[in-house]
């Protein structure tokens, strides 16, 4: 089985050759159909290989009639392209193919979920439709494959090494975290800004965030040290910068810190005496104005210190926001019985092709919860906005969201100065 | 402390009432000292402004002792310790009954209160003496059973030793068991792990393991890769029944998971990976395509790390994992609340019911609770006794 898949990746994918195919069908589109068998929607135990494989043999007599071609894609669905004339003997066999998979849910409850087993195309009426999907497969497992080679080759690791330098490990996380508790880090808090953004991308202030630039720290106390090489050894040493955080908002209520903010902090830490200081030194009115950001992994690691911390805080006024999810783990983590106040959404470009599940999904959160609940984050450009806009998102965060409010700043400037020339 | 008072109250006790908060009937898990502590803080405002005292017993019961305190006053603070342990059922309130399981009031004016709370603060007094020395002697014996918390400093050294450690005679395993309807077992594969208590003999006897759960998780990369070595000297042809091993992402996605690869050859049904939740939930995009390479090579994934709690508050079924295992605990021994377990019910019904699997499962009481949720694999001390039962009773 290993020969296999390793003759496997040196070999066109399926979703290459389709999407080549699919070109070359383009000027013999006439007179032939398309099915898109949806496999990967059924449970895993039943799509194992040898699932497909028995699911897929049925086609083997159009096949060696050449009636049709068949493309086994890699995420387990079937997409088989034949001459029209094939159509009633291609129904018999889909209707074989549908019995194999009686027993699971994708059948069984057909009618009362959205996913179909099949999806049917005429490939001269519907030509543009089937290229937009197979283009879609082929970029999605294009770059499935790039991410694997970045994770398998040790060439790809030495190229990180070296650019980004030795990985972090616990002899250094502990000279870091001695150094940590006696530096000064004023310097390096940095504020991003979370905003409402309109229709002609004028961005307005809704709070900021206040973060420890990971870069900088690196730049400015261990220039060789890949800090985020390991996600273990990093998680833990947040601690440490959550405390220091903490005692820097403490200190200085002066107006770096004003307004609204929203931090990163770990559940233990919320549960440590450091936040007890915090929470004793700052102004009652001051707590209402910040939120608090948790990561996932650290609130599962231990749901009952989270349920308990969050009932604190919340009493206490601050707020709370979940940040750092996909739209999968979105979908998957009940954020409404986790009682957060505001969600963190990472911007994917892949966001716009997921699908209807997904962005239905996100368009009735913000209709239960309304469009100042969930939070399109690392916005790196207009499209990120554009696609939060219609799922509803009302605010965004993120290099592109820096770049509207400066160039917001120079508008202003401009107009003030416009003023004071037409004035004198 | 708290007789002393009484006794002073007892000369002029108008206007006088007490409350007890019975924090020490909630479960392990929410009794912890850090947890108190905050709660204890929730009263903060009350005393500053009135004339209250809060006496927080060693039992980690606390006493509210007030005079002329509106009573409207004091209940918004009770309600706040008790939204702070909400997930608790001891703070859950039994709807027409009179008293809730979270607090008690005595109005220290009366003399029959008076007499029942001087009976009740006499009994915690002298438990508290009791349970002074007890716990004198569990601190010390936990100190020296745990040891000073693992740190960066020590981990580097520890997962020095790990790397040139023998662990081949520390694996254990533990069977997972399929009930059938008619209470017969079929085996669906033994989990191989490494005894982390005899581990920390081995290398590290002076450091608490367990202390940061990201250093732990640091050192179960190298765990993974000893592991694998390890097992990559079985023959896997010759292997019977199916086994599962936990690894990280990281591992699956390495050189020395390859090398394990190739050991097994075309034996990958027989081999179950356990991924940690935790592990999943850090990195997705390495989860799901880990997850389909092991899939496609004939291997079956399973999410550990989750409890029946958790599956409250996330949809294990998106993770498209073969099996889930959650992890059963005491406080779910008392748990009869029907809308939990009915819940709980539908989850296991979404997730499969095939693919859930409760481990942990020490007693009687704990299969029982699983085949009510409608779980029939089962995993645990309980279960290795009953598969030893059964192999014992097929030889005769």
Request: with cysteine.
């Amino acid at each position: 089985m290993a020969n296999v898949s390793d003759t496997a990746k040196r070999l066109p994918s399926q979703e290459n050759l389709l999407l080549d195919y699919v070109h070359r069908l383009e000027k013999r589109r006439k007179g032939r159909r398309a099915v898109h068998i949806h496999l990967s929607a059924l449970r895993p135990f039943n799509r194992r290989d040898q699932h497909i494989r028995a699911a897929a043999s049925n086609f083997e007599p159009l096949i060696k009639d050449l009636k049709g071609q068949m493309f086994a894609l890699k995420n387990a669905d079937l997409f088989f392209v034949f001459k029209d004339e094939a159509n009633p003997h291609v129904e018999t066999i889909l209707q074989k193919v549908r019995f194999l998979f009686s027993d699971d849910p994708l059948i069984l409850e057909e009618d009362k979920i959205d996913q179909d087993f099949a999806t049917w195309y005429d490939c001269e009426k519907d030509f543009d439709a089937i290229l937009h999907l197979v283009q879609g497969m082929d970029q999605a497992e294009k770059k499935r494959q790039t991410t694997v080679r970045s994770r398998m080759d040790a060439r790809a690791a030495l190229k990180v090494k070296q650019e980004q330098g030795e990985p972090l490990t616990p002899e250094v996380l502990e000279r870091v975290i001695t150094a940590l508790v006696r530096a000064d880090l004023s310097n390096l808090v940095r504020r991003q800004y979370i905003c409402a953004v309109d229709e002609k991308m004028v961005p307005e202030e809704e709070f900021s965030e206040l973060f420890i630039s990971i870069k900088d720290l690196r730049e400015t106390m261990l220039p060789n040290v890949n800090l985020l090489a390991n996600r273990w050894l990093f998680q833990h040493l947040t601690e440490t910068l959550d405390k220091r955080m903490l005692s820097m908002l403490t200190k200085t209520d002066s107006i770096s810190i004003s307004g609204q903010i929203s931090f990163n902090i770990n559940v233990a830490i919320l549960l440590s005496p450091e936040f007890q200081a915090f929470d004793d030194n700052i102004a009652a009115g001051r707590r209402g104005s910040m939120t608090i950001e948790l990561q996932k992994e650290d609130i599962f690691s231990d749901l009952s210190s989270y349920m308990f911390a969050r009932e604190f805080v919340q009493d206490k006024g601050f707020k709370i926001c979940i940040d750092g999810l996909s739209a999968e783990t979105l979908r998957m983590i009940n954020t409404e019985k986790l009682g957060v106040d505001m969600i963190k959404l990472i911007w994917d470009p892949d966001l716009v092709d997921a699908g209807d599940e997904i962005q239905d999904n996100l368009r009735d959160i913000v209709r239960q919860r309304g469009d100042k609940h969930l939070i399109l984050c690392r916005c790196d450009d207009r499209q990120a906005i554009d696609f939060g806009h219609s799922v509803g998102i009302g605010l965004f965060q993120g290099r592109f969201i820096e770049s509207l409010i400066a160039e917001d700043g120079r508008r202003r400037e401009l107009m003030r100065l416009k003023r004071r020339i037409e004035r004198s | 402390m708290l007789l002393g008072r009484l006794n002073r109250v007892e000369t002029n006790p108008s206007g006088y009432f007490a409350v007890h908060l019975h924090l020490s009937d909630l479960q392990r898990q929410n009794k912890q000292a850090h947890f108190l502590d905050i709660a204890a803080r929730s009263f903060s405002g009350l005393l500053d402004n009135h004339e209250a005292t809060l006496f927080p017993l060693s039992n980690a019961d606390m006493v509210l002792v007030c005079r002329n305190v509106p009573v409207d006053d004091v209940d918004p603070v009770v309600d706040k310790v008790r939204a702070l342990f909400n997930e608790d059922p001891l703070t859950s309130i039994d709807e027409g009954g009179f008293e809730d399981g979270l607090s008690s009031w005595y109005d220290l004016s009366v003399s029959e209160d008076f007499a029942a709370f001087f009976h009740i603060a006499t009994d915690l007094s002298m438990g508290a003496d009791r349970r002074r020395d007890e716990e004198e002697k569990n601190r010390k014996a936990a100190q020296e059973r745990d040891g000073n918390p693992l740190g960066p400093m020590n981990l580097a050294a520890i997962n020095q030793k790990l790397q040139g450690a023998q662990v081949a005679d520390l694996i254990n395993q533990q069977t997972c068991l399929q009930v059938g309807a008619g209470g017969d077992g079929k085996v669906l594969f033994h989990e191989n792990f490494i005894s982390m208590a005899e581990l920390k003999k081995r290398i590290a006897p002076e450091v608490n393991l367990f202390a940061s759960p990201w250093l732990f998780q640091y050192l179960t990369e190298t765990l993974d890769r000893r592991i694998l070595v390890t097992l990559a000297e079985h023959d896997f042809d010759e292997l019977g029944e199916v086994i599962s091993i936990n690894l990280n992402l990281s591992t699956i996605l390495s050189r020395d998971f390859q090398t394990f690869h190739k050991a097994v050859g075309d034996n990958t049904s027989k081999v179950v990976v356990e991924i940690n939740i935790l592990d999943i939930f850090s990195d997705m995009n390495s989860y799901e395509y880990a997850r389909d390479t092991l899939q496609e090579r004939g291997y079956q994934v399973l999410v550990d790390g989750l409890s029946p709690t958790s599956l409250q508050y996330f949809e294990p079924a998106i993770l498209q994992s073969d099996f889930v295992k959650i992890s059963w605990g005491t406080e779910f021994e008392s748990d009869d609340d029907d809308s939990r377990v009915n819940e709980l019910r539908e989850v296991v019904a979404t997730t499969g019911k095939d693919s859930v699997i409760l481990a942990r499962v020490d007693t009687e009481k704990a299969v029982k609770w699983g085949l009510g949720i409608g779980v029939s694999r089962f995993q645990g001390f309980f279960i290795d006794k009953l598969v030893e039962v059964i192999r014992s009773g097929k030889k005769h």
